[in-house]
């Protein structure tokens, strides 16, 4: 989990713990204890435990559920659920779109060389950024991909109203 | 007299995107999170079933035999929320790139389709 006032996230980010009270520290190590005993996520015993749990807490703090949602702990309680999920082979994180480049470089163009030449981006930039150690800015990212015939994509999950009420 | 009765529901969500929908693979945690959230917020909650659950289907598009391996989630649903569920269901296909999902109401089995 790191330090105590910082939970690391399974993709790597921080979250900042210091906006978090006693109480909800106790209740993100409280979500991370029971994890750690209940680590198969086959069992779905994490999975029933957190919605139930943070919601109780929220709860008597006179959080409506869809404002315990967007609570920190909550987004915490799922990366954890997401962690063990993909430990068990459950679900897969997405790709970096920086291994899909790789991946286009590899099958459509052969060589790195050949996809600078085109894109106009420098080998040695390339290199940093396949190696995950820079990235590429949107603007130069779109640029480059312009050229090839591709283009980057945002996709909206799909937002779900309750039926308006009838008489 | 029992006014909106509450009925017990049970949904299949396959681990696996739709191979010919999509690419076959297991879906991001996004997803789970956001089915998650859906549930907690809209119905008040769900359980998930132990374990997974092993399945096969003809697609019917290609006629072809499917297997598939499924999360069930069992929920309690007041009957005149039934087209929530429905709803929710519906995104789910989009959400996680199937043809249609199992539905069991009291029973009764439907074929949520996407919208």
Same mark, same amino acid.
């Not at chain 1, 690391?8 to 993100?28: K, M």
């Not at chain 1, 050949?114 to 640029?143: M, N, P, W």
């Given at each position: ?44 015993? =994490? ?61 459509? =163009? ?29 603007? !130069?990212?779109?640029?480059?991909? !312009? ?21 | ?115």
């Amino acid at each position: 989990m790191g330090k105590n006032d910082k939970y690391t996230g399974r993709c790597g980010e921080t979250l900042d713990l210091s906006t978090l009270d006693r109480d909800e520290r106790e209740l993100v190590a409280e979500l991370v204890r029971f994890a750690d005993a209940h680590p198969d996520a086959r069992t779905a015993e =994490y999975w029933n435990f957190y919605p139930k749990r943070v919601g109780k807490f929220y709860e008597a703090r006179g959080l409506s559920r869809s404002e315990t949602t967007r609570t920190l702990v909550w987004q915490i309680a799922q990366d954890i659920n997401g962690r063990l999920m993909v430990a068990a082979g459950l679900a897969k994180d997405s790709k970096d779109y920086r291994e899909e480049l790789d991946a286009i470089i590899r099958e459509k =163009y052969g060589s790195r060389r050949r996809f600078c030449e085109l894109t106009g981006i420098s080998e040695d930039r390339l290199s940093h950024v396949l190696a995950k150690r820079k990235h590429l800015s949107i603007q !130069a990212l779109s640029d480059a991909l !312009a050229k090839i015939g591709y283009t980057i994509q945002i996709t909206q999950l799909p937002d779900i109203s309750p039926p308006s009420q009838t008489s | 007299m029992v006014q909106d009765p509450l009925l017990e529901c049970s949904f299949l969500i396959p681990i696996r995107r739709d191979s010919n929908l999509s690419d076959g693979e297991e879906h991001e945690p996004d997803m789970w999170d956001w089915l998650s959230t859906e549930l907690f917020d809209r119905l008040c909650g769900a359980t998930a079933a132990p374990g997974t659950y092993q399945g096969f289907y003809e697609d019917p598009d290609t006629h072809e035999r499917v297997t598939d391996e499924s999360y069930k989630y069992i929920v309690a649903v007041p009957a005149s929320r039934l087209v929530e569920l429905r709803q929710l269901l519906s995104a789910a296909c989009v959400v996680f790139q199937q043809k249609c999902i199992y539905l069991s109401i009291a029973g009764r089995v439907e074929f949520v389709e996407p919208p």
